[in-house]
């Protein structure tokens, strides 16, 4: 069993917003034994950066091979041919649902706004439903995306939201379990920073004791040395 697999795509100017995501999404909890034996846990998650040209035929493979596809979205995304490719690929195989948008920058369904076309960031393939064939029809739409801009107001964060999705879980349920999982990280770090300032402040203590330990032991070995020269 693999696990559930994930790719994210993004643009080169989307790197650190990609790395973010994805170290995120790793550090949410894992789910139960149970789960896991239904092969519903997350498996690796890779990342690709994809610039303005066409998509290249081993970064397509890649993405087909991928459970699901998260797509960065930003305003140099969605001038992006290859990042629109990535989102074809999955169009056309019927599974649509599982691609994820995650906003960055920019605006949803800019391009329809007057004064904020040039704030769009989604790429034109998921600006547009597809038909039962995976081909794009005219029916404009506007996907349900994940809202990670810095100034978003949000009660879910974006990783534990996306791994979500890929796990096919409610994000709410999902995030109380990557909360204890914090919390339990934090009392464990809490813990091991009082252990080691109680060690610190005994350090001098117990240095104190070795040097008087030498010191005795010295004394006993002068006493022999002593006790040896009388006898001769």
């Excluded at 100017?13 to 949410?28: E, N, P, S």
């Excluded at 605006?107 to 790429?123: D, N, R, S, V």
Aim: glycine residues 6%; charged residues 20%; neutral net charge.
């Amino acid at each position: 069993m693999h696990g559930l697999r994930a790719i994210i795509c993004h643009h080169p100017a989307d790197l650190r917003a990609a790395r973010v995501l994805r170290r995120a999404i790793g550090r949410v909890a894992q789910p139960s034994v149970e789960e896991i034996a239904k092969d519903a846990r997350i498996g690796p998650i890779t990342r690709r950066a994809l610039g303005a040209g066409l998509l290249s035929d081993e970064a397509a493979l890649e993405i087909a091979a991928s459970d699901h596809l998260i797509l960065i979205c930003s305003p140099a995304a969605a001038q992006s041919e290859a990042m629109d490719d990535a989102a074809m690929v999955f169009k056309a195989a019927g599974r649509a649902h599982r691609i994820i948008p995650v906003v960055v920058g920019g605006e949803p369904g800019g391009a329809g706004l007057p004064g904020l076309e040039a704030e769009e960031c989604l790429p034109y393939a998921l600006r547009y439903a597809a038909d039962a064939q995976g081909h794009l029809t005219d029916h404009a739409i506007l996907p349900d995306f994940i809202d990670a801009r810095a100034d978003a107001s949000r009660a879910i964060p974006p990783a534990v939201a996306a791994a979500a999705r890929i796990r096919g879980v409610a994000p709410a349920t999902l995030a109380i379990t990557d909360r204890s999982k914090r919390r339990k990280a934090a009392f464990f770090n809490g813990a091991m920073a009082a252990v080691v300032m109680l060690a610190l402040s005994l350090a001098p203590f117990m240095r104190e004791s070795v040097d008087l330990t030498a010191e005795v032991e010295a004394a006993r070995q002068a006493g022999l040395a002593a006790q040896k020269a009388l006898d001769q």
